[in-house]
């Protein structure tokens, strides 16, 4: 399975347990360097294939994620958004490199970091990556991904 | 993941970042205890992960103007555009952190510790947060600005 | 004449490949050219015949180890210098056992680079 369709269906799974229905509205490749959002969780990996991916959404977006997450509505509890943010990217990543078949299934993704703020810009990778953008309700978020 | 090594893994980093620098840019480093300079203007945050029997990350946070700088004397010119510039800091960031993995891996033979790509963001009022990581850091002056140094290990 | 040897630079990194010109120019060596992934440098090899070849370790598409074997299993006595951030005793063994002769260090310093050209040709 390519990496584009395990994370699709890593978020669908994922998502769906939180009561979210994510609907994926696009797949763009993208120039090295592209925007990012206000909260952005980044999650490397490497052993047998290597790359990153980072989950960017708008604050309002990851407080209801993190509301289906945590069965409660945050407010302005950026730790607890930055936390669930941070789970949720894990997750999904690991779910979707384990949906690969990599013959020694060895893969690692260490802890998320998260970058919040202003007018974000991010290079993950010297080639192209792809973003792909999910809607959910009225919100919408995007998954940024390379492959090195 | 005990005090002792998460200081030990910092010292790696930071014996690697003072080399790589010296010799990519000849900038000098002085240490500071309280990086202030980097502000919440356009500012720089460098990431690259590792994984193998432990997993962390580096992290270098430095505003625009040393960005440039670091860039002019890595290449003698300033950079043609963005991308340029984002390049060869996601590349000086791997350089130290391969540096300083290289230190770590041939001290403890079985950590097999790998890099995963290094990730360049640029933004306002950055803030850089890793949960779940215990983290041990340190700052240095430039003649350009200043510029800070963590490393983050899972756990602890 | 040795000083006019061809030098191909495989690197993801465009910093990687002006330093390698800036340190083995002055020397009268040419650079030819410069492939972003190990594959592309398999056909800038089989285009340019360089006689040195500058081989980073990580790359996308195809990387520096694979690369190196695919060169040696062409080209036995083929001249390669392996570049890496990383140059830790497993990777250098790793590269020695496909046949590298030669690993730097990233950054380098100049002379490193021309030494370890010179010492190849």
């Given at each position: 399975m390519e990496l584009k369709e395990a994370i699709c269906r890593s978020v669908q799974e994922i998502f769906t347990m939180l009561n979210l229905r994510p609907e994926l509205k696009q797949v763009i490749e993208e120039p090295s360097l592209t925007s990012a959002s206000e909260v952005n969780a980044l999650v490397g990996f490497n052993y047998s294939i290597k790359g990153n991916i980072v989950f960017a959404l708008d604050k309002n977006t990851a407080r209801q994620v993190t509301a289906a997450m945590t069965g409660s509505d945050p407010g302005e509890d950026d730790s607890k958004v930055k936390n669930s943010i941070g789970d949720v990217a894990k997750i999904v990543t690991d779910l979707a490199l384990g949906k690969m078949n990599i013959n020694s299934s060895i893969y690692y993704t260490p802890a998320p970091t998260l970058v919040t703020g202003e007018n974000v810009f991010l290079l993950i990778s010297r080639t192209q990556s792809k973003r792909l953008s999910f809607q959910i309700d009225n919100a919408e978020f995007s998954i940024a991904y390379s492959l090195d | 993941m005990e005090e002792e090594k998460l200081f030990f893994f910092h010292k790696c980093m930071d014996d690697a970042f003072r080399k790589v620098v010296s010799q990519l840019t000849g900038m000098s480093l002085t240490p500071i205890t309280e990086p202030s300079s980097i502000t919440d203007e356009k500012k720089f945050s460098l990431i690259v992960g590792w994984v193998g029997q432990n997993k962390g990350r580096v992290l270098f946070e430095l505003n625009e103007k040393l960005a440039l700088k670091i860039f002019e004397a890595m290449n003698g010119v300033p950079p043609d555009d963005d991308l340029e510039l984002y390049l060869h800091l996601a590349e000086f960031a791997n350089m130290v952190s391969g540096n300083g993995i290289t230190g770590i891996n041939d001290f403890y033979k079985s950590s097999e510790l790998r890099l995963t790509p290094p990730a360049v963001f640029a933004g306002e009022k950055l803030e850089i947060t890793s949960p779940k990581v215990s983290s041990a850091g340190g700052a240095y002056r430039l003649e350009y600005g200043a510029i800070r140094l963590e490393i983050g290990i899972e756990g602890g | 004449m040795t000083e006019k040897a061809k030098v191909l630079v495989i690197d993801d990194s465009p910093f990687i490949s002006k330093a390698v010109r800036k340190a083995v120019e002055p020397e009268?060596?040419?650079?030819v050219g410069q492939a972003f992934n190990g594959r592309e440098g398999l056909e800038m090899i089989r285009d340019h015949q360089p006689e040195i070849i500058i081989l980073d370790v990580t790359m996308p598409v195809m990387d520096g180890l694979e690369t190196a074997e695919n060169i040696y299993r062409r080209n036995p006595d083929a001249k390669v210098i392996m570049l890496s951030a990383m140059g830790d005793e497993k990777l250098v063994t790793a590269a020695k056992r496909i046949g590298v002769k030669r690993f730097l260090n990233k950054p380098f310093k100049a002379e490193e680079m021309v030494a370890a050209i010179k010492g190849l040709l």
């Open positions: - | - | 009268g060596f040419e650079v």
